[in-house]
């Protein structure tokens, strides 16, 4: 069964099994599904959240736009498509994430506040696969109201990702000028 196909279930993979993104269930009042956008990218190496908010339901964040856009670039998706339900940039995440495999590792990240669950906390910078969660069988951001995201291991080589990152970091660096 593809990721396509097991998407709209409310219930997670088997361990071991193909690893799927499900959908939300507040998604059904057709209107888009921020986290799960957020999430996707994160997997395909498109967008990194602030590592200050970690990892929100935001739509108005500068590194979710230019992930989102990025994306919608190297995929030739029409101009002004919106994502939401039964959009082109939809259907292109749920096939990039189809293709990507559950083979993927990645590191998991925490905002590394005093709001994160002590047990996240301690998954902070471990390494694990798509295929093969934490011991209770999440992946960071499963968790209700859960911030922590992941970090592929090898994120996209196209040049709209590395431009993504680059427009991320860009901005880390004006926000520590600022600081100073």
Not at 29 to 55: C, H, T
Not at 63 to 75: M, S, V
Request: hydrophobic share 30%; proline share 8%; net charge negative.
């Amino acid at each position: 069964m593809s990721i396509r196909e097991q998407r709209n279930k409310d219930e997670k993979p088997p361990r071991g099994g193909i690893v799927c993104m499900p959908r939300r269930p507040k998604s059904q009042d057709g209107l888009p599904d921020i986290l799960w956008y957020k999430q996707a990218l994160n997997r395909l190496g498109y967008y990194v959240p602030d590592e200050e908010s970690g990892m929100t339901d935001d739509a108005r964040e500068a590194g979710y736009r230019d992930a989102l856009h990025a994306f919608q670039r190297a995929q030739n998706v029409p101009f002004g498509d919106a994502p939401g339900p039964g959009s082109v940039t939809e259907r292109k995440l749920t096939e990039a994430l189809d293709d990507l495999g559950a083979a993927e590792r990645y590191i998991w990240r925490t905002a590394g506040d005093g709001k994160v669950r002590h047990e996240h906390a301690l998954r902070e910078g471990k390494i694990y696969s798509w295929n093969d969660p934490s011991d209770d069988g999440e992946h960071p951001g499963d968790d209700y109201n859960c911030r922590c995201w992941a970090e592929p291991l090898n994120p996209s080589r196209h040049p709209w990702a590395a431009w993504a990152r680059k427009q991320q970091a860009q901005r880390d660096a004006a926000r520590v000028q600022t600081l100073e």
